[in-house]
């Protein structure tokens, strides 16, 4: 690996560079050795992009910078149409399975002191971006060290995404740009603060739940608070769509399909004696079962406009969908877990929990099989919470390697595994 982004004189890691894990399957062709002599590079272009975010549908350095790395490795990257995304074939073959990792971050403010500190006012790398696209460039150029010596069987595809934090989001963009043509199979991770570094989460089925936005406005004769009889009463009707709709929907919906709706915004008039004529609120509905995702939209309607019935006021509701529930694939799921496995060792594996978080990972998962994983970034004897989406948000940068080992091992494993 050739680069221009070194570490600051003075600077060091934030941790010693992993060694290959006791139990672990090396590397072919010596890149354990690579790898290890590329750490503190793979470092520098973390904190550059760290120090240096892009929000969602701007990711236009990020993305240059990328495929600036890529060409130099004597690989031909190509970026998508509108210039914030990269998307890079390394090897030959019919058979193509494909990387991503997403590039954009979070319109938070990047509350740590430390020497990578974000220099764009109120955005910051909070969810873990920035190493999920050092991970792929790290397994790009591994891999590119391969196909040069004619040792990689097979073709894989680097997908650098934008915009996975915003509705509508990113991965349309990849499909559209033939991000998937020919692809058999696609993998992620995903960071994970809540395993320690050097341990990855792994789960076949559910894994992230769909996650929609609903908004309810209700209208209806508003007056004055002496004489409620006479106005439709908002703010009650209001309060009927807040508890009664989602008590509603756990009745209405099998208790295994994992919905979660949850209000987030109300609103309703300004003075305290004075009944609106007109008030909102506003939420997510989140889905772990497909089918109980589609099925959403019109239930929660109904719901609404049954629970307003009787009040006198009339409702609109607004749903918007968002993205769909990742669903890993069941071989695939199996695929990475030995991978990691190999790269790791086997101790280091664990179950990933489900989470009600929404990732547009999910869209890929709709065309062919795959599966994203969890990597464990937490520091460990650390006393501090963290969790992603907060602007206080680190990792413990040997995550870096472990990623790109798990990473190297699951593209040729399923180069190997053949169809599914």
């Known amino acids: 690996m050739t680069s221009a982004l070194t570490l600051p004189s003075g600077s060091h890691l934030a941790s010693s560079w992993p060694e290959t894990p006791p139990g672990a399957d090396p590397l072919p062709g010596q890149l354990d050795r690579w790898l290890a002599s590329r750490g503190a590079e793979l470092v520098a272009v973390r904190r550059h992009i760290h120090a240096h975010p892009e929000l ?27 210039g914030n995304g990269v998307i890079c074939d390394i090897g030959e073959g019919d058979r193509v399975v494909a990387l991503r990792a997403d590039l954009d971050a979070l319109p938070l403010p990047d509350l740590k002191d430390v020497s990578y500190r974000s220099t764009v006012e109120n ?27 004619g040792e990689l069987p097979g073709r894989i595809r680097l997908l650098f995404q934008p915009a996975e ?18 692809v058999s199979a696609i993998y992620a ?17 559910p894994f992230t739940a769909a996650a929609d936005t609903v908004e309810v406005t209700l209208t209806g004769r508003g007056g004055h608070t002496a004489r409620p009889h006479l106005t439709a009463d908002l703010v009650h009707a209001l309060g009927r769509v807040i508890v009664d709709v989602p008590a509603l929907l756990d009745r209405r919906v099998d208790p295994r399909a994992g919905i979660s709706m949850v209000w987030g915004r109300v609103h309703a008039g300004e003075a305290y004696n004075a009944i609106p004529g007109e008030g909102s609120v506003k939420g997510t509905v989140r889905v772990l079962n497909r089918d109980a995702w589609r099925e959403a939209p019109d239930l929660i309607t109904q719901l609404v406009k049954d629970v307003v019935a ?41 179950e990933a929990e489900i989470s009600m978080g929404g990732e547009d990972f999910a869209f ?15 520091i460990p004897g650390s006393d501090v919470r963290v969790d992603i989406h907060q602007g206080s948000f680190d990792v ?8 790109v080992r798990v990473m190297v091992h699951t593209a040729l494993a399923a180069l190997a595994a053949g169809a599914f």
Do not use: W
């Open 123 to 149: 955005v910051a790398h909070a969810c873990g971006h920035d190493v999920h696209t050092t991970v792929l460039l790290g397994v790009g150029l591994a891999l590119a060290q391969l196909a040069e010596r």
């Open 364 to 378: 890929y998962l709709e065309q062919v099989p795959g599966a994203m994983i969890r990597l464990g970034t937490g």
């Open 56 to 82: 969602s549908n701007q990711e236009f350095e990020t993305a240059a910078l990328i495929a600036r790395e890529l060409a130099v490795a004597g690989l031909t990257p190509r970026f998508l149409p509108k």
């Open 189 to 205: 991770l995903h960071c994970y603060p809540q395993l320690p570094v050097g341990l990855v989460g792994v789960r076949s089925g």
């Open 396 to 403: 413990d940068e040997r995550a870096i390697g472990y990623g």
């Open 310 to 350: 009787g009040t006198g006021a009339t409702a609109e509701v607004t749903y918007s969908r968002g993205v769909p529930p990742v669903i890993n694939d069941r071989m695939a799921s199996a695929i990475i877990a030995g991978a990691a496995g190999a790269a790791l060792g086997p101790d280091r594996v664990v």
């Open 165 to 182: 934090e915003t509705v509508p989001s990113g991965a349309p963009q990849v499909i559209a740009a033939g991000g998937l043509k020919d």
